[in-house]
């Protein structure tokens, strides 16, 4: 069997691994926090955003890594002395509006027609033509503001969770890299190249340790490729080649760290990552093999700051 064959063997088993985890039911690997994380909702009148403003604002809310789903106006945060935090950037909220003409002088009388429905008097005797239209405001997330009511800060309680037992060894591995980890009550898992950070749903929030242990070594696979560290290059985008490499090295470096410690390790599932991957496998039969390499390099790093010399008993 030559290079090229083996390339392809190797690709094409991982390709079919992928395919057939997609074909099958994923298991999360943390639970999802309900409350207020999954509605957008104005934190002073709790009124829930609707249709569109509840999408955009959800987007926000992942995209920036908001702690908290809870919005406010620029006047309600004033009213209560809160301060706008340095670069933070409002969202829109839009709604449907009105104006009204008199249908014969196409004079506008919307103030006159708001004026009776507010009075709740009929305009039914009015001729008139209505004209819709979009209106926005401002609204800014409660963790871009600081100062306000300590209430407004609180973080729902993760009811009915308790925490796994810690694997003594995976625990010596974590505290010896030295890595940066924030945890907290959420429903993402991601590393801050720019902080340098990893950030990581409460432990208690996850299905298992093996889950727990599993995501966590996959953003320490992100981090060990800081500059600082094994200088990997991070400027691919989502959906591209370099973007698809880096995902699949934090995987296999979370699948070699697991497997050193003797825990089950299970394929993400992201079904847009393992997409991407597909994609590029298929046109690249060197890809998966210089990602493993890379990994493997990941590993051996954060092993060698553990200390731990024997892994498996």
Request: proline share 1%; net charge neutral; with cysteine.
């Amino acid at each position: 069997m030559n290079t090229k064959d083996i390339y392809d063997k190797i690709t094409n088993i991982i390709i079919e691994m992928l395919e057939n985890h997609k074909e099958t039911n994923f298991s999360q690997s943390w639970f999802n926090i309900s409350g207020d994380s999954v509605f957008a909702k104005n934190i002073v009148s709790n009124h829930v955003y609707n249709g569109i403003n509840q999408l955009m604002l959800n987007y926000l809310k992942k995209k920036y890594h908001f702690k908290f789903n809870r919005w406010l106006t620029f006047k309600q945060l004033s009213e209560m002395n809160g301060k706008i935090q340095k670069g933070s950037k409002a969202a829109i909220v839009v709604f449907k509006s009105a104006m009204y003409f008199d249908t014969n002088s196409e004079k506008n009388i919307t103030k006159l027609v708001e004026h009776l429905q507010k009075s709740n008097q009929s305009i039914e005797h009015i001729k008139m033509k209505k004209v819709s239209y979009l209106k926005y405001f401002n609204v800014f997330n409660v963790s871009q503001v600081d100062n306000l009511p300590d209430d407004y800060y609180k973080v729902l309680e993760i009811e009915h969770l308790t925490e796994f037992e810690k694997d003594e060894k995976a625990e010596l591995v974590i505290a010896n890299s030295g890595a940066a980890i924030e945890y907290s009550p959420s429903n993402d898992a991601f590393y801050n190249w720019a902080l340098d950070k990893i950030y990581m749903p409460e432990r208690k929030q996850f299905v298992s340790k093996e889950a727990f242990y599993n995501v966590l070594f996959h953003e320490m696979g992100h981090w060990t490729g800081n500059s600082i560290r094994l200088d990997r290059k991070q400027n691919g985008k989502f959906g591209s080649k370099e973007y698809a490499f880096e995902e699949l090295v934090a995987e296999i470096n979370a699948a070699f760290l697991c497997a050193m410690l003797g825990f089950e390790n299970k394929i993400t599932d992201n079904v847009s990552y393992i997409d991407n991957w597909l994609a590029v496998m298929r046109n690249d039969k060197k890809f998966v093999i210089q990602a493993s390499s890379q990994a493997q390099q990941s590993a051996d790093f954060i092993l060698d700051k553990s200390k731990v010399t024997e892994l498996v008993d």
